[in-house]
């Protein structure tokens, strides 16, 4: 059973950078064929889907978030990473981390809230 965990600072100030870290269990990010992604919700939106670091470290981004997010890995530590620069409060979200396999998402954190706030 693979697990996810996202951890990470809950209060960030607007124009800093929003550092999240995802810890993978029960299965490793370089498995063939997997993509570890960021997922958030802001609070009465639905879900948007910011990006990847696939099993080989080729990453993916959305255009509308591209130019300020960063999606790195530790495979020594079966992690990977958000950064999200120059925040504001309309990047206050439920985070979440998931694994991507065969075209669904199986396994997802629980996610974690973080507010962009002064």
């Known amino acids: 059973q693979v697990q996810l965990q996202e951890s990470g600072p809950g209060l960030v100030k607007p124009s800093q950078t929003l550092s999240l870290t995802c810890t993978v269990s029960g299965g490793s990010i370089t498995t063939s064929g997997s993509y570890w992604s960021w997922i958030r919700q802001p609070p009465g939106k639905g879900l948007e889907w910011m990006g990847f670091?696939?099993?080989?470290?080729?990453?993916y981004y959305s255009p509308s978030l591209k130019s300020h997010t960063s999606i790195s890995r530790d495979t020594s530590k079966n992690q990977f990473s958000l950064q999200l620069t120059s925040v504001t409060p309309e990047d206050t979200a439920v985070y979440y981390c998931?694994?991507?396999?065969?075209?669904?998402?199986?396994?997802w954190g629980k996610g974690t809230l973080v507010t962009v706030s002064s």
């Open positions: 998931a694994r991507g396999y065969n075209y669904q998402y199986d396994y």
């Open positions: 670091i696939a099993y080989r470290g080729s990453t």
